[in-house]
């Protein structure tokens, strides 16, 4: 796939746009099931990410919480999850390691949501797959 063509994926294609406008490394595994299947992973700075959608803001068991799919496979050291957050009008990104979701149980309150909101910095090159430096 390459990363300067839209894709028929609109996470993917929200994810390319901002990535690029921070002029991250980008680059696409071979897929596996050939060019008409969906593609949702991505190294981004040589970090495994999978590309999700996140659903809208429910009342959780904490307050307001955000629904959070965990992936299936445990190839993505990042989430990357294409939501429009309440406090947004236009698509925003969480950028999430896998571990935090896995803590989670599929279910993040909008506090500790908001704290990986645009976090692309998670992805540099020094940081751990925690999201520490």
């Known amino acids: 796939m390459n990363p300067n063509r839209p894709s028929r994926n609109w ?10 406008c921070l002029g ?17 992973r ?8 999978q590309v999700m959608a996140a659903a809208a803001p429910v009342p959780g068991t904490y307050g307001e919480s955000v629904l959070l799919n ?10 990357i999850y294409v939501t429009r957050p309440p406090w947004a009008d236009k698509l ?9 979701i896995n803590e989670a149980a599929g279910e993040m ?4 949501a908001a704290r990986f909101a645009e976090r692309w ?13």
């Open 11 to 20: 996470k993917l294609d929200a994810v390319l746009s901002k990535a690029k």
């Open 24 to 40: 991250l490394d980008i680059r696409f595994p071979p897929k596996k099931f050939g060019p008409m299947h969906r593609q949702n």
């Open 42 to 49: 991505i190294f981004i700075n040589s970090r495994k990410c």
């Open 70 to 79: 965990a992936p299936k496979s445990a190839w993505p050291e990042f989430v």
């Open 92 to 100: 925003g990104v969480l950028v999430i390691p896998t571990e935090r």
């Open 109 to 112: 309150d909008l506090y500790c």
């Open 121 to 133: 910095d998670l992805l540099g090159r020094g940081s751990t797959p925690d999201g520490t430096e």
